[in-house]
């Protein structure tokens, strides 16, 4: 009905299976599938933090009491995806805030490595083509909602210093934006 164990030698375990770039998923909200499954794919793939914000086209609107009840559930989305992946630190959940808040506060960060994805094949680069990031710089990726930014969003997104980028020929839905983005980018610059 009980065990004992004392430890003979001095106990050492260290994993580290976090990846090399600090990378924030800033993420407009989505349906709550669409969403959980975000969230749980991309602490697979090595998110540091995860921003949900509400667009101007969000079809998604939560009250602070729902907001309150989804932070929990996805903060155990969160701890499942970790224990999943074989992660030992747990990425950090912003409470959800609109676009123009997050935007607001990044207009003085200098130091992130920002990109926004725009599905308008008249952009001059892909994501491919963006330069490297300096080593050791945050990387935040902002993906809109299902029926994209506005282009004021985009206008105000590049203002805060997030560039433009395509991630290919085809529009993604929003749930799958963000993955495929996050792997390119863990393929390019991180530790695929």
Same mark, same amino acid.
């Given at each position: 009905?009980?065990?004992q164990?004392?430890?003979l030698?001095?106990a050492?375990?260290?994993v580290?299976?976090?990846?090399?770039?600090?990378?924030?998923?800033?993420? +407009?909200?989505?349906?709550?599938?669409?969403? @959980?499954?975000?969230?749980?794919k991309s602490?697979e793939?090595?998110?540091?933090a995860?921003?949900?914000?509400?667009s101007? %086209?969000?079809?998604i *609107?939560? !009250?602070?009491? %729902? /907001?309150? *009840? *989804?932070?929990?559930?996805?903060?155990?989305?969160?701890?499942?995806? +970790?224990?999943? !992946? =074989? %992660?030992?630190? +747990?990425?950090?959940?912003?409470?959800?805030?609109s676009?123009?808040?997050?935007? *607001?506060?990044?207009?003085?960060?200098?130091?992130?490595?920002? /990109?926004?994805?725009?599905?308008?094949?008249?952009?001059p680069?892909?994501?491919?083509?963006?330069? %490297?990031?300096?080593?050791?710089?945050?990387?935040?990726?902002?993906?809109?909602?299902?029926?994209?930014?506005d282009?004021?969003?985009?206008?105000a997104?590049?203002?805060? =210093?997030?560039?433009?980028?395509?991630l =290919?020929?085809? /529009?993604?839905?929003?749930?799958?934006? =963000?993955?495929?983005?996050l792997?390119? /980018?863990?393929?390019?610059?991180? @530790?695929?």
């Amino acid at each position: 009905k009980s065990a004992q164990a004392r430890w003979l030698t001095q106990a050492e375990r260290h994993v580290d299976n976090e990846s090399p770039l600090n990378l924030t998923l800033i993420q +407009c909200l989505s349906s709550a599938e669409k969403m @959980d499954w975000t969230i749980e794919k991309s602490v697979e793939l090595g998110v540091n933090a995860i921003v949900p914000v509400f667009s101007n %086209r969000s079809q998604i *609107k939560l !009250s602070a009491e %729902r /907001i309150d *009840k *989804k932070m929990l559930h996805w903060q155990r989305i969160i701890i499942a995806a +970790c224990a999943q !992946s =074989g %992660r030992n630190i +747990c990425p950090q959940l912003h409470a959800p805030l609109s676009l123009t808040e997050w935007l *607001k506060n990044r207009k003085s960060t200098v130091n992130s490595y920002k /990109i926004i994805l725009h599905p308008d094949p008249q952009l001059p680069q892909t994501l491919s083509q963006l330069p %490297r990031p300096e080593k050791n710089t945050p990387i935040e990726l902002l993906i809109g909602p299902e029926s994209g930014f506005d282009s004021a969003e985009i206008h105000a997104a590049q203002q805060s =210093g997030y560039q433009t980028a395509l991630l =290919g020929p085809r /529009i993604l839905r929003t749930e799958t934006a =963000g993955l495929a983005t996050l792997s390119s /980018i863990q393929a390019l610059w991180g @530790d695929f």
